[in-house]
């Protein structure tokens, strides 16, 4: 017996089932679907805490996620048997009949958007009370990174994700490859570890703070484009995996490879991280081709005659 769903009876207050399904049916699912997507966003501690705790609000919100992605990995298997005669289905005449492949479909989607949707809630409420979940692992999430939590993405990235907190955390590792790729090849080693240093000890210089926000613009830009892209979106079709979606608005999907609202603005803010650089070189520690080809420089202590 699982201590968060002990029974059908809580299951149903947070899905719509026969009270007929056996609770040895979806009992299985349960730590399944805690392990694949609850516990890597909230942590072992929290879960361990709602069962402990099984009256709390904590337990209450988990539920409220824990429910609907349970049933959801349920709903394949559901239909049918295994035994020794390979896998079957039951056949006994009666009044209701199997659902179509479709509806079958359709309610996964919900399942995985209800279960998410409820799950975002539950990450905010816990970044709201911090304080009585000290171990909380949203403060293990260490690696640097110039967009620092959802509010940064929206409010400076310019890119309306609803403030969501899941749909951040879904995202930060392509916003974390493309900052040490893209944006690293953009500013350089020398600038991108100066500008590091900086804005982690909040000591950056005026100018380094109007470029962080360039940058920050073109990783939520870039972000969103990849995750909004036609070619994506194929992707992620032809995998047949139900996966959940971060919440992007408005979403402007390609109709072809050049029709991304967000690639347009990424171009432009790389531009404009190009164009800050070279108008500012000197200030963020770039040294300028004039610099660099100074051979009379008494620092170099290279001269040139001519005869």
Known sequence: MNILIPDIETFKKVVKINASLPYESIEPYIEDAL????EPYIGKSVIKKAKECPESELCD??????????????????????????????????????????????????????????????????????????????DTISRFCFIRNATDFQDIGMVNIDYSILSYRIMFPTIRQLQEHNVREMISDKVYEAMKEAFSKSKETPKQKILIEY??????NKTAELYTSQKTTEQRISGRKIEYSPTIRPIYQDPSANGNFFADQATYYAGKIRSYLT??????????ISQAMNFNSKDKKLFTSIS
């Open 35 to 38: 392990d694949i997507y609850i």
């Open 215 to 220: 940058i920050i613009r073109y990783l939520a």
């Open 279 to 288: 108008e500012n070189g000197t200030e963020l520690g770039i040294e300028t």
């Open 61 to 138: 919100r988990l539920l409220r996620a824990l429910g609907p992605l349970t049933l959801m990995l349920a709903t394949d298997e559901l239909g049918v048997m295994f035994g020794d005669s390979g896998i079957t289905v039951s056949n006994v005449q009666g009044q209701r009949s199997p659902a179509s492949d479709t509806k079958i479909a359709a309610a996964k989607v919900n399942l995985c958007f209800r279960g998410m949707q409820a799950l975002d809630r539950l990450i905010s409420y816990l970044e709201e009370n911090k304080a009585d979940y000290s171990d909380y692992v949203a």
